[in-house]
């Protein structure tokens, strides 16, 4: 890390070294490296190597090279021999697309092998010679077809796949591990695979667009008329057949309050048609970022490897000269937004270069790396008149030739051993069965015998139909969530009637719904006139639903005979929940509020490092909804104003915070903070009698969620804010996780008043300890702090620094807080120790 162009001699001298770390330089050759004939450990990661270095060879005695995140493209034949205990070798990030036939020399050495981020199209045969191989990392290249020698007679421990346009075996067996990629190739040990050409579409797009318009013309093969009462709730899914391809139809709603679910259905590698209304279209960037920013946004953080055609409806409202006029503004502004965030991307990788602590920073700077190398494919946008059945035609051509087109999709086609594609018609052939209620929702243990029952399937063992299961699962022609306890013996073969249940609480007009509840099914759930008056008040005022109100509601708008049997299942009793709040929970749309008082006296409170207690269960469980929550008040009011002096850390996030982001962050810090107060856009959190607020500013370009403690009296204090800070970011980075074009960084807004500069945070992976350093200067005012003040440090009690005293010492106001009560305890904040000089 100290920008090297060449090897100092003085490295070089030192023949007797057997570990050299070169990481982070500027290397372009390593000349000399052959003296240093005892390394057993060479790292040189991140340099500007273009050629292998050939005078490795001479290493002998290495063990552990590391050439990632360089720009070689070949290797020479000749090295790998010379390397006889060569056991670790990292390649990734360079630009190969072969390797030397001889790196199986090092046959029986060599356990860890990483080539992610190359070019590779095939894996190298070379490799299925390594017969000691335990890891091997293949992320992100271009290979089509795994080999079957690969799972065969070695120790392969870990593989990574992901990122790869496979057809053989396809994505979705490969996510399910090595298990299954076995087992898939075992089914074609006696016959040979099937192709499978099934592409998922999902229509996006602001409201009114004219998206299930198209999808439904598309589908009946003339114009069809939709009417405004028939807006799409929620999704709808439907099948639907072009040539000799599958499209499987996904049609969101429009409406802002379907937002939140969408990370639960917007799944990669799918064809995504963006529609937009040229009739409300205008040429100005407000509605540009309405009706399309939002939306191409949004596929860079959840899908950022998507192909996105651009369909631009209700051309018949517009002349010839308006349509074109407007179809060349929303290209040339996709293509700003392409070039913005390439041009953000490099700036950001730039700035962590740049620093001077860069190794501080090798998490992000490898994520936004990561980024760099996906964005989504634009189509030309296709402007349509959908009551006229020509146009919708002329889609349909463009959609089949664009799936057609290898270079845009080159995984559409799968291949699959036939008895998937048994599997799969049997599964469907059940789902449509006169026997299997409405809902679809079946045992899993029934469903396997079932299958098992039809002659055909009837050798097949239950491990191999349950992988076959989970392959329909990811492809989403099936739900089944393993991962969940409650639901893991649960099938729900018809995927649309999940949505249909999500959609009964999850959307527009919500109040209506439950004031519309008729008496009688009041009646049935011994609920009166005015318990329903409280529900739709207690809705309206704080987001929240009783069970009682929801038990209600979903008998309103679902119940036909074939609901009745699983009605209570779905929607549970008192004592039990159902399987539709286990969802609702474990996709965070809800959370379940044990008590209604403002503050629980008797809530068990998550103390860091201390196992988490579940909730008392005290009282009927009531629902929040933080979407439908529209007031702040009384957060701000709980929490008494911001102070110069909290402790305070944002969270930046770029390109913006994901709709819906910080709702699912409320749920799930709130179940672990049980004394909590939620609002629209903040939250309050209490732990061992200390807030903490969080509150989200999503502004254009300057995006992020804050986080404040009260800055702690004593130096012991310390430890329990810094814990408490870091238990929501860590929350907030495994939330991110779901969106992986979101690049995200924490940052400390310097102290002094007026200053807009911040101290970046490093890595926060729990591993490091963040920083040893004792005071942060701002490199702006110039002003010091103490480290605990701006990053996640416990000062030393007894060798508690001074800052050195400075003309320009930074100025504290000195303020008193008095008592204020926050839940069990009160805290009485006397006049805060003032730090300066
Ligand atoms: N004149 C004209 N009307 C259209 C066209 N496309 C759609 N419409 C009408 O516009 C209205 C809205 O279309 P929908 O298909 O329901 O829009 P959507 O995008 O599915 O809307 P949400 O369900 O709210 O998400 C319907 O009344 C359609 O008949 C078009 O090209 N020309």
Redesign the pocket.
């Known amino acids: 890390m100290r920008r090297l162009r060449v090897l100092p001699s003085t490295v070089l001298q030192n023949i007797r070294v057997e570990s050299l770390n070169l990481d982070r330089n500027k290397l372009k050759n390593v000349t000399g490296i052959s003296k240093l004939c005892n390394l057993k450990k060479l790292i040189l990661s991140k340099n500007e190597l273009l050629e292998f270095p050939e005078e490795i060879k001479s290493l002998v005695h290495l063990e552990k090279l590391e050439l990632n995140q360089n720009q070689i493209w070949i290797i020479p034949e000749g090295v790998f021999p010379c390397l006889p205990k060569l056991r670790h070798l990292r390649l990734n990030n360079n630009r190969l697309d072969a390797l030397p036939k001889d790196l199986a020399a090092c046959n029986s050495s060599l356990q860890y092998l990483n080539l992610s981020n190359n070019l590779f199209r095939a894996i190298p045969s070379t490799v299925l010679e390594l017969r000691r191989l335990q890891e091997f990392y293949v992320q992100n290249n271009l290979l089509r077809q795994l080999p079957v020698g690969l799972f065969k007679e070695r120790p392969l421990r870990t593989f990574k796949v992901n990122g790869n346009p496979l057809r053989e075996p396809p994505s979705e067996v490969c996510a399910g591990g090595i298990q299954q990629i076995i087992s898939y190739f075992n089914q074609l040990q006696t016959c040979q695979a099937e192709e499978d050409r099934r592409v998922k579409t999902m229509f996006l797009?602001?409201?009114?667009?004219?998206?299930?318009?198209?999808c439904k013309s598309l589908k009946q093969r003339r114009a069809v008329?939709?009417?405004?009462e028939?807006?799409?709730v929620g999704i709808e899914i439907s099948e639907f057949h072009i040539g000799d391809f599958t499209f499987l139809f996904w049609?969101?709603?429009?409406?802002l309050e379907y937002y939140m679910t969408h990370h639960v259905f917007i799944t990669p590698q799918a064809l995504v048609i963006l529609?937009i209304?040229f009739?409300q279209y205008q040429l100005n960037p407000d509605i540009f970022k309405e009706l399309v920013g939002f939306w191409i946004n949004n596929l860079f953080m959840r899908v950022p490897n998507s192909v996105v055609l651009p369909v631009g409806?209700?051309?018949?409202?517009c002349n010839g000269k308006e349509v074109e006029e407007k179809k060349r503004d929303i290209m040339t502004k996709i293509q700003a937004m392409l070039e913005e965030r390439k041009t953000n991307l490099a700036h950001l990788v730039a700035n962590l270069e740049d620093s001077e602590e860069s190794e501080f920073y090798m998490d992000q700077w490898d994520r936004l790396k990561e980024m760099e190398n996906s964005t989504l494919t634009i189509l030309n946008l296709m402007p349509?008149?959908?009551?006229d059945y020509q146009d919708i035609k002329k889609l349909e051509t463009t959609i089949l030739e664009h799936v057609k087109n290898e270079e845009i999709f080159p995984n559409i086609i799968q291949m699959l051993p036939p008895v998937y594609k048994k599997v799969e018609a049997a599964i469907v052939d059940i789902a449509q069965s006169e026997d299997t209620p409405e809902h679809g929702m079946m045992d899993l243990s029934i469903l396997l015998s079932e299958l098992s029952r039809r002659d055909h399937l009837a050798k097949l063992d239950r491990e191999l139909l349950q992988d076959i299961l989970r392959y329909l699962h990811r492809i989403g022609l099936i739900l089944w969530y393993e991962e969940i306890k409650q639901l893991e013996g649960t099938v729900f073969l018809r995927p649309a009637f999940l949505i249909t249940m999500f959609k009964t609480l999850i959307r527009y007009g919500l109040v209506q719904q439950l004031e519309n509840i008729s008496v009688d099914i009041l009646v049935g759930e011994h609920a009166t006139i005015r318990d329903q008056a409280s529900w739709v008040w207690m809705f309206k005022s704080k987001a929240m639903l009783c069970q009682a109100a929801m038990r209600a509601l979903l008998k309103h708008q679902l119940y036909s005979e074939s609901m009745k049997d699983i009605f209570e299942e779905m929607v549970g009793h008192k004592s039990q929940k159902g399987k539709l709040f286990i969802l609702l929970q474990h996709f965070e749309i809800c959370l379940e509020v044990r008590n209604m008082e403002e503050l629980n006296p008797g809530a068990r409170e998550f103390v860091p490092g201390k196992p988490w207690e579940g909730l008392l269960d005290c009282g009927a469980a009531h629902y929040l909804f933080p979407t439908y929550l529209n007031r702040s008040e009384e957060v701000s009011e709980m929490w008494g104003g911001d102070h110069p002096e909290d402790l305070q850390v944002r969270t930046y996030f770029s390109p913006e915070i994901p709709e819906g982001f910080f709702q699912r962050l409320m749920v799930k810090a709130c179940s672990f903070y049980s004394a909590h107060w939620v609002a629209k856009v903040t939250c309050l959190l209490i732990c061992s009698g200390k807030p903490l607020l969080i509150k989200e500013n999503n502004q254009k370009a300057y995006s992020y969620i804050e986080l404040r403690c009260r800055k702690p009296g004593k130096i012991t204090e310390f430890q329990l804010a810094w814990d408490f800070i870091m238990a929501i970011i860590s929350i907030i980075q495994k939330l991110s996780e779901d969106w992986p074009g979101l690049h995200m960084s924490v940052k400390a807004p310097c102290r002094t008043n007026g200053c807009p500069a911040e101290f970046v945070w490093p890595d926060v992976d729990g591993k490091s300890t963040v920083t040893k350093e004792e005071i942060k200067t701002c490199g702006l005012c110039g002003h010091l702090f103490q480290t605990e003040l701006l990053l996640p440090k416990v000062p030393n009690e007894r060798e508690m620094p001074q800052p050195p005293a400075r003309s320009s010492a930074p100025h504290y106001y000195v303020t008193s807080y008095g008592t204020t009560t926050f839940g069990p305890s009160s805290i009485n904040v006397n006049r805060q120790s003032i730090l300066d000089n």
Request: hydrophobic share 30%; aromatic share 2%.
């Open positions: 797009g602001a409201s009114l667009a004219g998206k299930s318009t198209i008329p939709v009417s405004e028939e807006r799409t049609d969101f709603a429009g409406q529609v209304n009739h409806t209700h051309i018949d409202c349509v008149n959908c009551t």
